[in-house]
């Protein structure tokens, strides 16, 4: 089992309750689209998937230990096989493609290994393989900065394509393409996985993608999981039920990545 | 119940400034404030317009002119210009060496245990950066010039002493404001790559560094333009270079020695102004 899930519930510092009584299993090699609407806990379940957020209550199990019971160590290790791929890739402005795509390994590799890849690229070829298959190859050497959103947010997949994660969440991995690319990097991430037979979590705002390329799709509203279903067997009465009182069909922006914040130190 | 009534008062006015009146209590708040200040430090400008005060001031300038140029000063100039360099460059070096190891254990931007918690450390976590702070805190607290005074007993007269008080003094001032730096920049980079299983050094060069490196180097050299600034203080207490050179022209009431002096740090403070530039512009 990669995934196991067991009444987990998440509440917010605030008390906002992000995730009440959700009950997901996933097995090995499984690839699952999560859709809902927006603020129904798509993120948040991710996140929790990913060790980033933890839960109030219930087990989670990931590739077959619990996380948050495990010695600090343990957990490090547990959490370099496990991939999220950020909507809005958190990538320093400078750093350069091929740094973004190596940092994918950082938890794997010893540390004198990843500072001197820092001054000199050790795996260029690599880098350049996992960017290759989604048609970046060209832009190795350039700076993230100089980077559209949505190259943005593939090169935040060769990152994850690149660490060989076996368990590979995808949070909204295309919100910021065209449809044609869109479903050209679905497939790719849908490729990878079948090829190594790791399992595949991926949170999508449009419905039709998600139904195209997953096999299993995983309703969310207000925090609970509303169905669980084989993607042929989702009806449109399932789905106006999941999106009951959204504008179904107004185009939804791809969510902006918020600007950080800049502090001026004072100097003396 | 409270942003009831706020938004009535709001909705009786509605062209006021809700910003109107804390700006205005704060005006009030900082110039009663700053009047005991300029009470206690017996602030007086009237004694610079006396007519003796003037006449001294003005013979002890005059003197400056024209600034001494002879082959054998500058010589002289030259290797105090080079001491205090060296003094700078070695005191900053050390603190260097010191600041950074502290800075990282200080900062919380590279807190395991606030990946998954929004960016709070838990609170035992936060609390064994506390003694790192503490000491950094103690390290910039004493004066250069206290340091000075007290190595220059220990090691003797000479610039050693002047790179030792540097290097403690400085260490705490760089490695507060590196671990501050670090705390400032979007923290998002470092906490994906954390929780994606990457120890907190790599986290810090893939993640914090690309973004706060230019503010570092910029603060680092305007600490060295600070440091040659105050190694020619300590010169005065016996921690060599040019400030050793100053304090014994004042003495000899050599106001034209004084002057090539004051336009040589000119030249030195242009310098790493135009370094930090120059860096930056290669970092941004």
């Known amino acids: 089992m990669t995934v196991r899930l067991t009444g987990v519930g998440l509440t917010h510092a605030n008390g906002r309750r992000a995730l009440q009584e959700v009950e997901l299993t996933v097995g090995r090699g499984e690839r699952l689209a999560i859709i809902g609407p927006s603020g129904a806990g798509k993120t948040t379940l991710l996140r929790l998937l990913a060790t980033s957020l933890q839960p109030s209550e219930g087990r989670l199990e990931l590739l077959g230990s619990e996380p948050w019971r495990l010695p600090a160590g343990q957990r490090k290790r547990l959490r370099a096989r496990l991939g999220l791929v950020h909507q809005s890739p958190p990538l320093p402005p400078r750093q350069r493609v091929v740094t973004a795509v190596l940092a994918g390994r950082l938890g794997q590799w010893p540390l004198w290994k990843s500072l001197l890849n820092l001054l000199h690229p050790l795996d260029p070829a690599g880098a350049r393989n996992a960017l290759g298959r989604l048609d970046l190859a060209e832009q190795l050497f350039e700076r993230c900065d100089q980077l559209s959103g949505g190259q943005l947010q593939r090169v935040g997949i060769a990152r994850v394509l690149y660490q060989q994660a076996e368990l590979i969440l995808a949070d909204e991995p295309v919100s910021a393409m065209d449809p044609v690319l869109a479903s050209h990097t679905l497939g790719v991430l849908n490729r990878e996985a079948e090829s190594r037979g790791v399992t595949l979590l991926a949170s999508l705002h449009a419905v039709d993608l998600a139904l195209a390329h997953f096999p299993r799709i995983v309703g969310v509203r207000e925090g609970r999981i509303a169905f669980d279903l084989p993607a042929h067997a989702v009806t449109p009465q399932a789905l106006d039920a999941l999106y009951a009182n959204e504008q179904l069909d107004q185009p939804r922006p791809a969510s902006p990545a918020p600007a950080p914040h800049v502090v001026t130190i004072p100097r003396c | ?284």
Not at chain 2, 188 to 200: E, Q, Y
Not at chain 2, 204 to 215: I, K, R, W
Not at chain 2, 226 to 255: E, K, P, T, W, Y
């Open chain 2, 1 to 284: 119940m409270l942003s009831n009534l706020t938004s009535t008062a709001t909705a009786s006015n509605p062209l006021r400034d809700p910003a109107a009146l804390p700006r205005l209590l704060l005006t009030l708040l900082a110039m009663a404030l700053l009047w005991p200040g300029l009470q206690l430090s017996e602030l007086n400008l009237a004694v610079l317009f006396d007519a003796g005060n003037a006449a001294t001031m003005g013979s002890f300038v005059g003197d400056f002119w024209p600034p001494t140029h002879d082959g054998e000063f500058l010589a002289l100039l030259g290797r105090a210009t080079l001491e205090t360099l060296a003094i700078a460059t070695a005191g900053m070096a050390l603190a260097w060496l010191i600041a950074v190891p502290c800075a990282l254990l200080a900062t919380r931007v590279l807190s395991v245990s606030a990946v998954a918690r929004g960016g709070h450390p838990v609170w035992w976590a936060q609390a064994l950066r506390w003694p790192v702070r503490m000491l950094l805190i103690v390290l910039r607290s004493i004066p250069e010039i206290v340091w000075a005074l007290l190595f220059v007993r220990a090691v003797g007269l000479g610039p050693t002493a002047g790179v030792l008080a540097i290097a403690i003094t400085y260490s705490g001032m760089l490695g507060k404001v590196y671990a501050e730096i670090c705390e400032s920049v979007d923290p998002r980079p470092a906490r994906a790559l954390l929780a994606a299983g990457s120890p907190r050094l790599a986290a810090f060069a893939y993640g914090v560094l690309p973004n706060a490196a230019a503010e570092m180097l910029s603060y680092t050299v305007y600490r060295w333009e600070c440091a040659i600034r105050a190694s020619v203080v300590m010169g005065f207490v016996g921690a060599g270079g040019l400030g050793q050179q100053i304090d014994l022209s004042m003495r000899m009431f050599a106001g034209g020695e004084v002057a090539s002096m004051l336009l040589t740090f000119f030249a030195l403070v242009l310098l790493a102004d135009q370094l930090s530039r120059f860096l930056r512009g290669r970092l941004t």
